[in-house]
């Protein structure tokens, strides 16, 4: 799996962004999907999270209520809708596969990703 996202940019807090991640290669409607984030200076972090056939999704506390993940498995994309930005969501943005399915306990784990994208970032003014 080929993973390409888009969408990232310069934002007031307060505004709106929708991130999306194109994938490529047949295994992508079979993988969970992940989005995970890396501000300046820190190690990355866990954003959001689909299962394949969208049964299970899975927020950060830090976005819960501001981001919606969501996946279009015809079209090969799965995107994130971010509102009520905040200066703390500046950061590169990736999107991540996993290899199948993963278990609900290891869902925020970086290492259950196998494919990742390389990176939009987000700025976000005060």
């Known amino acids: 799996v080929q993973l390409q996202a888009s969408g990232g940019g310069l934002v007031e807090a307060g505004d709106s962004l929708r991130l999306s991640c194109a994938a490529s290669?047949?295994?992508?409607?079979?993988?969970?999907m992940g989005w995970f984030r890396q501000a300046p200076g820190k190690g990355r972090e866990f954003v959001a999270y689909?299962?394949?056939?969208?049964?299970?999704?899975l927020y950060a506390d830090s976005v819960k209520g501001r981001f919606t993940i969501s996946r279009d498995n015809a079209k090969n994309t799965v995107s994130l809708q971010m509102n009520s930005l905040k200066p703390d969501d500046t950061a590169v943005y990736s999107c991540?596969?996993?290899?199948?399915?993963?278990?609900?306990?290891?869902?925020?784990?970086?290492?259950?990703?196998?494919?990742w994208g390389q990176g939009t970032l987000v700025t976000v003014s005060s």
């Open positions: 689909i299962r394949w056939n969208r049964s299970s999704i």
């Open positions: 991540a596969a996993a290899k199948g399915q993963i278990i609900l306990t290891q869902r925020s784990e970086e290492n259950q990703y196998i494919w």
């Open positions: 290669g047949r295994t992508f409607r079979n993988s969970d």
